[in-house]
Each structure stands twice: as C-alpha cells, then as structure tokens.
C-alpha cells in the first residue's frame, strides 16, 4: 500500500520566496495533519485537517503560513514570504478518523527538509 | 515540567542486548500509546500502538504501560545494528487527535 507522499524531498530557496509544500494522504484516510520537526522543539502541530475542513490551525505560527485540502487526496502548505527561522523538516501524517469515537493512529511521510537562506 | 518526559541518549548498545527505552508522562488521562522509529532523513514509522495498560509484543518489540506510575516502555530483544534511528513515544487522550510527543531516543546498536 502507498504511504503518506510528500513532495518536494528537499527545497531550498531564498529568503522573502514563496513556498509550498505538497501533502498526498493514504488513501480513505479523513484526518491529515502537517508537523514541522526542529531539533530545538521536535515535532511540533501545525494544523489538522478532518474531512478536508481545517480543524485546528493554533499551531500555524504566523499569517505567513496557510494550508489547504481542496479534496481527499491533496493538501498544501504554503509558506509566503518565507525567511530562514521556517528552515526545518515538514512533515505530513493521515489517519482513518480522529475524535470521539476513535483514535487511529498517525502515518508519516518521509517529510520536506526545507531550508530558507 | 513537560508533559511527555523522553531521555534523548544517545543510547549505545552493543549488538545482541536488550535494550530498554522509556518516557514518563503526568496526563493521567492519557489512554493511547504509541512507539514510533524515525531514520535518518525519514518520517516517523509506527512500531506499536497501544491502549491502556499492559504489554503488546510483536515480534522483537515488547510495548510496556504502566499507568500507575505513567510510565511507558519499549523493549527490543536481540537489537540489530539496522535498529539505530531514533525512536518516538507519542500519547492521546480519547476523543482528541493531538498526540503529544517525546522529543526521541536516538539508539546507536554496535556490531
């Protein structure tokens, strides 16, 4: 079975760049979640996605930062303009339901090392 | 104080040991447990999932909850240099999708 599928593996670009990320969920998943993994901070939420409506976007740590799921299968994160305090590992995860009832557990993908010089 | 306690090593064995990795947590109303391993340049990849107390063992992993003392382990039998990567406890409460994660072990198996 394909996993979590992230795109691009590496990017790097210059500060004041716009950014996006590319997120492709397991398929049948309805939860989605985008992570950034720092080595100061580890793996910090940066906002969850159930059924394609954003749940919880608290951890978005600035207007710099957006996210879309315009279906099932494809979120964004997009980061613009970027500046070298976002250089970091992003990484994507789904889940089959989150919430009262259930708590699946989280999939990775091999995540977006991104780097803003 | 945080809330999910996880000593981040590095962890050195040599090959063959069992080896014992731990995180205590003070969120009593923790009930979901999970293991993941992270290599290198990789995302994290779920090893154990767990609800509540007791043991789950699969294969060469052991998961361990102590909720008494909010205490959870994972034990590796017989470790093998291909187990070195960085291994992640994750924990949820019912009725939410945070997890809340250790900051990782990362563990050196020597051959």
């Known amino acids: 079975d394909a996993g979590v599928i992230q795109s691009p593996r590496h990017e790097v670009t210059e500060m004041g760049q716009e950014v996006t990320l590319r997120c492709k969920p397991i398929?049948?998943?309805?939860?989605l979640f985008w992570y950034r993994q720092t080595m100061m901070r580890g793996l910090e939420l940066l906002i969850y996605f159930n059924n394609n409506v954003p749940i919880d976007d608290s951890g978005m740590p600035e207007d710099r930062f957006s996210a879309k799921m315009p279906n099932a299968s494809f979120s964004t994160l997009k980061i613009q303009p970027s500046e070298p305090r976002d250089s970091a590992v992003y990484f994507c995860?789904?889940?089959?339901?989150?919430?009262?009832?259930?708590?699946?557990?989280?999939?990775f993908g091999d995540g977006t090392r991104l780097s803003i010089l | 104080q945080k809330e999910v306690e996880q000593d981040p090593g590095p962890l050195s064995v040599p090959e063959g040991a069992i080896v014992s990795l731990n995180c205590t947590y003070s969120?009593?109303?923790?009930?979901?447990f999970m293991w993941y391993r992270q290599y290198s340049r990789k995302g994290p990849e779920l090893l154990m999932y767990?609800?509540?107390?007791g043991n789950k063992e699969d294969g060469r992993f052991t998961a361990q909850v102590d909720k008494s003392s909010k205490y959870i382990s994972l034990f590796i039998r017989d470790s093998q240099p291909s187990d070195s990567a960085t291994y992640l406890c994750?924990?949820?409460?019912?009725?939410?999708?945070?997890?809340?994660f250790g900051t990782g072990t990362r563990l050196k198996v020597l051959a």
């Open positions: 969120n009593s109303a923790f009930q979901y």
């Open positions: 995860a789904s889940s089959l339901g989150q919430g009262r009832n259930s708590n699946q557990p989280q999939h």
């Open positions: 767990t609800y509540s107390s």
């Open positions: 398929s049948g998943h309805n939860s």
């Open positions: 994750a924990m949820s409460a019912p009725g939410t999708y945070k997890y809340i």
